[in-house]
């Protein structure tokens, strides 16, 4: 009996509603899913009509009608090229972002300085005075792709298939392309706390469907025992100068040297750590 439950256990797809609304068709809806999935690979793919069915279990009829609806999508062309010639689709996301829009799948955003302003870095304290340098570099999310945003996942917090849900991640992520710079940082700062804390991480796909990374747009102190803090890794044993002040970062506090005074409190180090983050 287990070894006939094992041949029906086969890999799965990941289907989305969403994309059954958009393409007006449940078969429309799967090949959709499936096409988002080999995207997050890269934008241009070949894919033979024989290995989409062999994937997503379409009869040939389904296949045709479902093409025929993909086809009419604003941000997917599908073309034949080559001798012989093959099928190729390709995926437009500034388009796909606007038929989301369309379809009212996301908030429209807010009009916004896109100018970034100019960040001071506090650097760590070589002499009697604290030394700040200019950074003028734009952070935009032309960069920031789906692909880019799961390798970061799984190089920085968990490499597991099942935490990775690679297929189902992928279209939660490309349903908020206006928040790919939002869940970089997120991941950023979620990679600093579960290395400090050993905790068992999030699964990327709940870590985006519920907005977790909305809650770490700050770094995280984590917190031990009655309130102490758990300082991050690469701040420990780094020297500061804040407001003529100066500290060093220890691993369950900061330390200051002039008063040979030790704050552990997890509040006051999480707004140090801010502060020294935002500098």
């Known amino acids: ?55 997503t279990f379409l009869t040939r009829k389904e296949l045709e009608n479902a093409k025929k609806l993909i086809k009419k999508l604003d941000f997917i062309t599908v073309s034949r090229e080559g001798l012989p010639a093959k099928t190729y689709y390709e995926i437009d996301w500034n388009e796909m972002l606007s038929s989301l829009h369309h379809w009212g799948k996301l908030e429209k955003p807010k009009g ?20 700040y340098t200019e950074n003028t570099t734009e952070n935009t999310t032309e960069s920031i792709t789906p692909s880019s945003i799961i390798s970061f996942y799984k190089s920085n917090i968990s490499s597991k298939n099942q935490d990775i849900q ?60 009655k309130n102490e803090a758990i300082v991050p890794a690469d701040l420990v044993g780094k020297r500061f100068c804040i407001d003529g002040e100066d500290i060093e970062f220890q691993e369950d506090g900061y330390l200051k040297i002039a008063k040979d005074w030790k704050v552990t409190n997890a509040e006051n180090v999480q707004q140090l750590v801010n502060l020294v983050r935002g500098a």
Do not use: C
């Not at 916004?112 to 030394?131: A, C, D, F, R």
């Open 1 to 55: 009996m287990k070894h006939i439950l094992k041949q029906l256990n086969q890999k799965p797809i990941a289907y989305y509603p969403v994309y059954r609304e958009i393409t007006g068709s449940t078969t429309g809806g799967i090949l959709l899913s499936q096409l988002m999935y080999w995207f997050s690979k890269k934008d241009k793919i070949f894919k033979t009509d024989k290995e989409i069915m062999e994937e």
């Open 112 to 131: 916004e300085n896109t100018t970034p302003p100019k960040v001071k870095t506090l650097l760590p304290q070589t002499g009697k005075h604290s030394i």
């Open 166 to 225: 690679e297929p189902s991640s992928f279209n939660q992520i490309s349903l908020r392309k206006d928040d790919f710079e939002k869940i970089m940082k997120g991941l950023e700062n979620y990679a600093k706390y579960i290395s400090s804390t050993g905790r068992k991480p999030e699964q990327l796909f709940f870590f985006i469907r519920n907005r977790i990374y909305l809650d770490y747009q700050e770094e995280q102190v984590a917190v031990k025992g």
